[in-house]
C-alpha cells in the first residue's frame, strides 16, 4: 500500500539552527500538508501546497518557515532559526484532490527536539 | 473560526467494554468529519469519514460513529474494544470544498486492559 514517507524520524537541535525535514508524498497525489504536534497538545495545521506554492498557512507559519518541492518526489519543510517551541512532531501529509477533500493520508512524524 | 472539542483525554476500559468517544466541533456551514486513530508509534491512520448521505457511517475495525447536526456532534463508538485499540484516537473537521485543512480535536488516549 503507497505510503507517506518522512525523515528523520527524530531530529535533535540547538536553538538557532536551521532543520530541513523531508517528506515523500504518495506519488499521484497532488495536495501536500504539514502539521504538527507539541506534546500533549492537539495537531494543528500548517501549511497546504498545491501546483507548486503554498494554497493557506496558518498563522504558526510565520517567516521562519518554509516549504520546498525541490522535485517531483520531495516535499520538505524548512525552519530558518529554530526555537525552544519548535520541538514538536511534524506530520506530512498528502491527498489525491478536492474530490477527496481531507482525506489526508499521513506519515509517521519527525519529532524534532530543539534544546 | 472552526474548533474540534474531544470530552476525554484519557479513556481506560476492560476489553469486551463498550466505547463512545465525544467530538463535538464548532463551524456554521457544511463540514467533513473525520476520525483518525495513531497506534503507539504509528502515523495517523482513517477510521472513517462522514461526507454527506447516511449520518451513521461505519468504519474499518467495528468502529462507527453518528453525525448529529443539530448537536455539531460526530461521536465514535465501538461496542466492544480489544487490547489492540489501545491507541490515541482524533476527531478532526474541515469545512466543505474549502481543501484539506483539517482542524483536529485535542485526541483522546484510550487504554484497553486485557
Known amino acids: 500500500e503507497p505510503e507517506v514517507t518522512q525523515t528523520p524520524s527524530h531530529q535533535v537541535t540547538q536553538m538557532g539552527q536551521e532543520v530541513i525535514l523531508r517528506c515523500v508524498p504518495i506519488s499521484n497525489h497532488l495536495y501536500f500538508y504539514w502539521y504538527r504536534q507539541i506534546l500533549g497538545q492537539k495537531v494543528e495545521f500548517l501549511v497546504s501546497f498545491y501546483n507548486n506554492e503554498i494554497s493557506e498557512k496558518s498563522e504558526i507559519f510565520d517567516d521562519q518557515f518554509s516549504v520546498e518541492r525541490p522535485d517531483g518526489s520531495n516535499f520538505t519543510l524548512k525552519i530558518r532559526s529554530t526555537k525552544l517551541e519548535d520541538s514538536a512532531m511534524y506530520f506530512c501529509?498528502?491527498?489525491?484532490?478536492?474530490?477527496?477533500?481531507?482525506?489526508?493520508?499521513f506519515g509517521e512524524g519527525s519529532r524534532l527536539t530543539v534544546l | 473560526a472552526q474548533s474540534v472539542s474531544q470530552h476525554n483525554h484519557h479513556v481506560i476500559l476492560s476489553e469486551a467494554a463498550s466505547l463512545e468517544l465525544g467530538c463535538n466541533y464548532s463551524y456554521g456551514g457544511t463540514v467533513n468529519l473525520f476520525w483518525y486513530v495513531q497506534y503507539p508509534g504509528q502515523h495517523l491512520q482513517l477510521l472513517l469519514k462522514?461526507?454527506?448521505?447516511?449520518?451513521l457511517v461505519k468504519g474499518i475495525k467495528g468502529f462507527e460513529a453518528e453525525f448529529i447536526k443539530s448537536k455539531f456532534s460526530f461521536n465514535l463508538r465501538k461496542p466492544s474494544v480489544q487490547w489492540s485499540d489501545t491507541a490515541e484516537y482524533f476527531c478532526a473537521v474541515n469545512a466543505y470544498n474549502q481543501g484539506g485543512k483539517l482542524i483536529f480535536g485535542q485526541g483522546t488516549e484510550l487504554s484497553v486492559k486485557p
Open positions: 462522514y461526507f454527506s448521505g447516511d449520518p
Open positions: 501529509a498528502s491527498s489525491e484532490g478536492l474530490e477527496n477533500t481531507g482525506e489526508l493520508f
